[in-house]
C-alpha cells in the first residue's frame, strides 16, 4: 500500500538535488558577477575620453550660454540719400547720420518723391551692465569669472 522508505529515500532525493541545484545557481550567479565586475572594468577604461570629451562640451556649452546671456549685439543705422542734383536740402543735411536701433531720428520719405533710404551701419556687441543688488549673490571674482571666462 504505502510505502513509507520509497517516499523518505524520494524525498532525500529531492533535497539533495534542491542543494545542488542551489549551489549550481550560486556558482552561475558568482561567474556572472565576475564577468560584470570585468566587463565594467574594461567598458570605464575604453569610454573615459568619450567622458573627457563630453565634460569638455558641456563646459564649452555653459560659457557660450552665460556669454550670450551677458553680451547682446546693438545695430545701427544710417540715413542714405540719393546723392544727385535732386537732391533736397532737407535730406541732404540728414546724410551720413546714425543712430541706434530703436532710437530712429528720422525715417524716409521725408517728403513727396523722397528717394532716401536707411541701411545697416554695423553691429556693436556690449556687455550687459548688472546691477549692484545682484552681485551680492556671488563673490566679485565670480562674477568676473562668469564674464570673462577666467578664473
Known sequence: MFDLDRVADRARDLARDKQQNRDRFDLIERTIDRQADYLRDRVIDVLEPVYELVEHVIEYSKWVLETIRSVYPVAFYRFI???????????????????????????????????????????????????????????????????????
Open 81 to 151: 540719400v540719393a546723392g544727385d542734383e535732386r537732391t533736397c536740402p532737407e535730406c541732404g543735411a540728414w546724410h551720413g547720420a546714425t543712430w541706434e536701433e530703436g532710437f530712429a531720428l528720422v525715417s524716409p520719405p521725408l517728403h513727396i518723391n523722397c528717394r532716401c533710404q536707411v541701411s545697416h551701419a554695423w553691429t556693436e556687441w556690449r556687455v550687459r551692465y548688472v546691477d549692484e543688488w545682484r552681485l551680492r549673490w556671488f563673490t566679485r571674482s565670480e562674477f568676473e569669472w562668469r564674464i570673462t571666462g577666467w578664473e
